[in-house]
């Protein structure tokens, strides 16, 4: 795998409250959550294809997303959301978890993981 985006990135406030090695299992798994939700038209999934631009975690374990799709016409627009709620409010220490749709910048194939790219033949 290559998260060579740097958008991909997990965001923490500074000075975290929260302990290291709980972060980083948090990192890790809600990454791993992620990699669970699929755009059913796409056989690759939307952390790889680059359409997470910023997760948040806060001293109280709230964690919020910002998301954007493939296009905005996109005809799972309304319920990707909260497909992505459910998956990372399963990792274990996450309080809740708030999704925002963004469409600025808008999505371009750049944002795709070599992963995503093999797996939708895009050299």
Not at 8 to 32: F, K, W
Request: charged share 25%.
């Amino acid at each position: 795998m290559n998260d060579q985006s740097p958008s991909n990135a997990l965001q923490v406030s500074p000075g975290s409250a929260i302990p290291p090695e709980e972060l980083d299992r948090m990192t890790d798994d809600i990454i791993a959550a992620l990699k669970t939700v699929y755009d059913p038209e796409i056989p690759s999934d939307i952390y790889e294809l680059g359409l997470i631009y910023r997760v948040d975690i806060d001293d109280d374990r709230n964690v919020a997303i910002d998301m954007t799709l493939t296009a905005p016409g996109c005809p799972v627009a309304g319920e990707m959301p909260g497909w992505v709620e459910n998956a990372v409010s399963t990792v274990q220490g996450v309080q809740s978890v708030k999704v925002n749709m963004v469409f600025d910048p808008p999505w371009d194939q750049s944002r795709m993981s070599d992963e995503a790219r093999v797996a939708l033949d895009m050299w």
